[in-house]
């Protein structure tokens, strides 16, 4: 072998433990954020209590789930109004997986909100970002709008509305890795970004993941007033309310995204313990923080007895097992018993633990990723995932070397066995 195809066969052999680790990792890591629970019994639990005297607001439920914050973020925020019907909505009563495998019950399908308003549209429709843009959730939430609903989409939940038509001629913003596309593919949109949402009547959009809240609350000033948002903001701890935070600007802080997601090929197992009364802030905080966008870990959500659980304002999540599951490597509970202690807004715990148990990069990508400006966290822990990034490049290394050798000692052979010249 000549010497360009010796050094050929070195680089190719150098690269290979990381190509065939990323190519098995990535897959299953995206895989894993939706993949659906096991086969048990759904319960189909009582919805709330309807007040026609109340603005309805209908959380919308993907067909094929949604991410965790988006949905239950702006259901607590208008939960704890306590001025609205706040409704979880999808197509059938099936489990909903959440970012992270957080398994959601609906309270109503989208037809029977319907009876249940007499035929009227609720009022607020929340739109979060879904794994297909085309999922059917969209032409629901464009006829609500037809007939006079306000509606927010969360996030790529601006994707939905837009695939969905709602956004032709309209100003609205989206997650900060997606607005370039989202110009590109719906240009009847004017698309603006570095803002956290874009109010067009009676349509708001949002720009990464947490900026939901901020949208929420606008819609909620709007549907009743000033003095009902700022107390929902105090209530979930939202200290940002009516600040003026930046929003990151596409081409973020990837690299360590990338060695999360193609190069970490054992992650961590991390039990969820789910108790009664738990707020829906504080699982998305966990489920979407650890086991959703920062891609270092897998969640699993737990109960007592694996049995469904009711969270503070009514939501019912099914956990796929209980306290005895096997394979986990650590647990963590949410809720003020727990993980969230030290009171304050969800996410600072989670993301402080994040870094303490990973690395300090991976815990700054998750909160740009969220939008979440973490400048007063104290962020404690490794500065990068060593392991993850060197172990492929020790592994190529040990390749590349056997290759060279090997090459170099069948040079020498062919050398020493070539017939002389007569």
Not at 7 to 32: D, E, Y
Not at 135 to 159: E, I, S
Not at 339 to 367: I, P
Not at 395 to 415: C, D, P, Q, W, Y
Request: with cysteine; aromatic share 4%.
């Amino acid at each position: 072998m000549n010497r360009v195809g010796t050094w050929i066969a070195v680089l190719v052999a150098l690269l290979l433990p990381a190509g065939v680790g990323a190519a098995i990792s990535a897959p299953a890591t995206f895989a894993a954020l939706h993949a659906p629970g096991p086969a048990r019994a759904v319960p189909h639990p009582a919805p709330p209590v309807h007040d026609p005297a109340r603005p309805t607001a209908a959380v919308v439920l993907g067909a094929d789930g949604a991410v965790a914050s988006d949905v239950l973020g702006p259901f607590e925020t208008l939960a704890v109004t306590d001025r609205f019907n706040v409704y979880a909505v999808a197509a059938d009563h099936d489990p909903v997986v959440l970012t992270g495998g957080l398994d959601l019950l609906p309270h109503l399908t989208f037809d029977e909100l319907t009876d249940r308003l007499d035929g009227a549209a609720p009022d607020l429709v929340i739109v979060p970002a879904l794994p297909a843009d085309d999922d059917p959730a969209g032409a629901w939430a464009d006829a609500q709008v037809d007939r006079g609903a306000h509606v927010v989409g969360v996030c790529n939940g601006a994707g939905v509305l837009a695939a969905a038509g709602v956004l032709d001629g309209r100003t609205a913003t989206a997650h900060w890795t997606r607005v370039e596309r989202y110009t590109a593919a719906h240009d009847r949109t004017d698309w603006v970004s570095s803002v956290r949402f874009v109010s067009d009547g009676p349509v708001v959009t949002t720009a990464g993941i947490l900026s939901g809240l901020d949208g929420t609350l606008h819609a909620v000033e709007q549907l009743t007033d000033p003095s009902t948002a700022d107390r929902a903001a105090a209530a979930i701890g939202w200290t940002r309310h009516r600040a003026e935070d930046p929003v990151h600007a596409p081409g973020g802080p990837y690299p360590v995204a990338v060695v999360n997601a193609a190069l970490r090929w054992d992650p961590d197992r991390i039990g969820v313990v789910v108790t009664p009364g738990v707020g829906e802030l504080e699982l998305a905080s966990v489920f979407d923080v650890h086991g959703g966008q920062s891609l270092a870990a897998r969640t699993v959500a737990l109960s007592a007895d694996g049995g469904p659980v009711r969270t503070h304002h009514g939501l019912t999540v099914l956990p796929r097992d209980d306290l005895s599951a096997a394979g986990l490597d650590r647990m963590l509970t949410p809720g003020p018993t727990g993980l969230h202690a030290a009171g304050g807004f969800a996410f600072d715990a989670a993301l402080v633990d994040l870094a303490r148990t990973t690395d300090r990069s991976t815990a700054a990508w998750t909160a740009a990723v969220h939008e979440f400006p973490a400048d007063g966290l104290v962020l404690d822990g490794p500065a990068w995932p060593w392991v993850p990034t060197l172990l492929p490049v020790g592994l190529g290394l040990v390749a590349a070397a056997i290759t060279g050798i090997l090459l170099r000692h069948r040079s020498r052979k062919e050398s020493t066995t070539k017939p002389l010249p007569t």
